[in-house]
């Protein structure tokens, strides 16, 4: 028996990142309970022995720690603070985690709902994509309390590898903020690259080669480049996300009295390719607009 199975652990939202992490807690020897707002995406996990639970509510009372991976804030709300949500229903001492990228006002709110159920909430939003989620390898950013963040490493450690507690609740979702507003101004200069080799007449797979080894390197240019050349702009990470994401770092930024140019052009781009339909492809769609 191994030695984590009588740690039980929920996770709810199982989507391109959700369903990959959650099997790692599985896979782990914990005990797992399972909800998605489509029950279909369960079925593979419920096959490798996870419990299906009827609600978040279900899945909260059934468990020590609860994990959610849902889409945006409002979906966030919605599991924590909702009719037969977690927060309602959790018995006393129950870690819970939000690990979507969601505003950082909101973690306040639910780490402070929690705390009257007398638990405790982390926000715990991750990078590395969907390689990163498949292959355990995301960095995950913590806000929180310390003694909650001791308790959860051991299950956080089955999805991720670079693990830090940056602060009190809200600073993992300000952390993943800062995250974003690099990819932003990145994921536009890894397109305009690819659009000048095209037209200079580069062969792009050699070129990459060579500048996916240099300075500029990284996951915008080395995993999203490569499928920028195929023409491959499944998600990944889907644009609707990103705007959403955007929207809360502006909106951050505002109320700070900073600007940010980079983010605000990388917005108005990606809401005029939402605009235009292309909100379930991938970021990497970016390229859409340096092909005309
Ligand atoms: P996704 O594929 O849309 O997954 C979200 C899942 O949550 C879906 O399966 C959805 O159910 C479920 N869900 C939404 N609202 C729910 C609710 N109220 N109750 C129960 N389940 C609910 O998105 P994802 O790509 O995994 O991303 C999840 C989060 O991580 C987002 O906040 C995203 O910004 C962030 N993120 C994504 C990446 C990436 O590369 N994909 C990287 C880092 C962070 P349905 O199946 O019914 O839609």
Known sequence: MSANSSTRVGFIG???????????????????????RSRDKADE???KGATW?????????????????????SDVEQVYLGENGI????AKGTI???????SPALSERIATEAAKKKCLALDAPVSGGDVGAREAKLAIMVGGDAAAFRKALPVLQCMGANIVLQGGPG????????????????????????????RAGLDLDTMLQSI???AASGFQLNVLGPRIIKGDFAPGF??????????????????????????????KLYEQLAAQGYGRNGTQALFKFYEK
Request: proline share 3%; hydrophobic share 50%; glycine share 12%.
């Open 212 to 214: 996916g080894g240099g």
């Open 171 to 198: 600073a993992g979702q300000h952390t993943k903020m800062c995250n974003q507003i690099v990819i932003a101004s990145t994921i536009m200069g890894v397109c305009e690259g690819i659009a000048y080799g095209k």
């Open 45 to 47: 996990l419920v096959a």
């Open 238 to 267: 889907f644009i609707e996300h990103f705007i959403k994401d955007l929207g809360i770092a502006l909106a951050e930024a505002h109320c700070m009295q900073l600007d940010l140019p980079g983010a605000s052009l990388a917005r």
């Open 14 to 36: 199982l989507g391109i990142m959700g369903r990959s992490m959650a099997g790692h807690i599985l896979n782990a020897g914990y005990q797992l309970n399972v909800y998605n």
């Open 96 to 102: 819970m985690i939000d690990m979507t990228t969601s």
């Open 87 to 90: 927060v309602a229903n959790a």
């Open 53 to 73: 639970c009827e609600t978040p509510g279900a899945v909260a009372a059934a468990s020590d720690i609860v994990i959610t991976m849902v889409g945006f804030p």
